[in-house]
């Protein structure tokens, strides 16, 4: 058999096993505390050739971007205004041929997005390159040992430890990998195909197990509820306030003192700047879980409704401001997006907080003010919560809804783990 035909018969035969499959992807950290100095080094050598062959094809696309361009053995690269060149040794070609494949991609998007009518410049040259696809399993990278507690790249000779791989299921399918470089250190993230009914199957064995975990329910509250974001938290219509405390450590703080003193470019500045991004990663962690534990509590309501931008008076002197506010958006988009729960987006020029959620009269509000005293019914409360009730008057034309136990108990169980979530309930 020839060899294209041989191949595109495996294609066809892996296109049939994934129509059963389900991809999972396990993100496994590698161990380097037990990795010698030139491994070490190798391994991160991977990443900056990536970058010198990435900038090397993007400066000149035209003539660079062929079908060769993951022979190439040698790039120029710019230093101060001379160009000098480098060897790419570490590389595999497969490598290079997937990092080419994503210069192909990328090229690809800008043309879709001008099409779109997007204004559209060239490819960027890139600071760093962070993730090396690894394509191949077998080839590209494989698992030494059978608990996969040592895994072979290629191109460096000894095998890396790796944490987390338990977690890969015995009969699975191993497709694919990339490694990845994070500032606490390098992951391989391990795409795997696992059959449906066994992925079912083993799901079923874990919800049933006896006393170790009981079968989880999906608690959902048949009612509707106004949210009224805040930068660093939100207030529900039924008075439960969620408050997010992500704040700059001392620690970082610190650090950033020490940055500002040392020599721009010097070795221990290179080194306090590592130490900056890793905690930036660890807040950027607290931050995902925080979003993911908030939108797990709201998607449990019927209908949500919010306000769609209301940025004004959020400018107080919050140093995590940029970070909260991400967080308000990305929550309002997923709660957008989710088919899970439905939400009404109300528009901004509609006054929320100016009006009596009693009495419906309105007054204005100055932005100190943290409570509404309204002047005709004489009502004193939340401002924020007062905003969040008109909301939900103005969909559901529903008055003011009490927190129900098992709402309190839901919200109590989903933020139990999470110390930077503050729980409370306002009148
Ligand atoms: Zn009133």
């Known amino acids: ?232 938290g939100l207030v529900l219509s039924n008075g439960l306030k969620l408050e997010w405390q992500i704040e700059e450590t001392k620690r970082l703080k610190k650090l950033q003192r020490q940055l500002a003193r040392q020599q721009k470019g010097s070795k221990r500045w290179y080194k306090t700047k590592q130490k900056i991004a890793r905690e930036y990663e660890r807040l950027t962690n607290i931050k995902r879980d925080v979003i993911n534990k908030t939108c797990s509590l709201l998607y449990r309501y019927k209908t949500v409704c919010f306000q769609d931008d209301k940025i004004k008076g959020w400018k107080d002197g919050y140093f995590s401001k940029s970070v909260h506010y991400s967080a308000v958006g990305t929550i309002k988009r997923r709660l957008s997006d989710s088919l899970r729960v439905s939400t009404v987006a109300i528009k901004s020029s509609v006054p929320t907080t100016k009006t009596c959620s009693r009495c419906s009269s309105q007054h204005d509000v100055s932005l100190s003010e943290r409570i509404f005293r309204c002047p005709v019914c004489g009502l004193e409360i939340d401002r924020d919560l007062n905003a969040a009730i008109n909301m939900l008057k103005k969909v559901v034309g529903l008055d003011r809804p009490e927190v129900k136990p098992v709402e309190w108990e839901t919200a109590a169980r989903i933020f139990r783990g999470n110390p930077y979530i503050l729980v409370s309930h306002t009148t």
């Open 1 to 232: 058999m020839l060899k294209r035909e041989r191949i595109r018969q495996t294609l066809q035969q892996t296109k049939q096993r994934r129509k059963n499959q389900i991809p999972v992807v396990y993100q496994l950290k590698i161990n380097l505390d037990c990795a010698s100095k030139a491994t070490k080094e190798k391994l991160l050598r991977l990443f900056l050739e990536a970058k010198w062959l990435y900038n090397y094809i993007v400066a000149d696309v035209d003539n660079r971007l062929n079908d060769d361009a993951w022979k190439l053995k040698e790039v120029e690269i710019k230093v101060g205004e001379n160009l000098e060149r480098r060897k790419i040794e570490n590389l595999s070609s497969q490598m290079k041929q997937s990092l080419v494949e994503r210069i192909r991609w990328n090229l690809y998007a800008l043309h879709k997005q001008k099409q779109n009518g997007d204004k559209t410049g060239k490819l960027q040259f890139k600071q760093h390159v962070n993730s090396i696809p690894l394509k191949q399993f077998g080839n590209t990278f494989k698992f030494v040992n059978r608990q996969k507690t040592k895994v072979k790249i290629q191109g460096i000779k000894k095998p890396l430890r790796v944490l987390g791989a338990c977690q890969i299921p015995e009969d699975s399918e191993i497709a694919k990998a990339e490694l990845v470089r994070k500032p606490s250190g390098i992951y391989l993230f391990v795409t795997c195909y696992i059959d449906r009914d066994k992925y079912t199957e083993a799901w079923e064995a874990r919800k049933s197990r006896k006393s170790v975990i009981k079968p989880r329910v999906w608690q959902t509250f048949d009612v509707a509820a106004g949210i009224d974001f805040k930068p660093a």
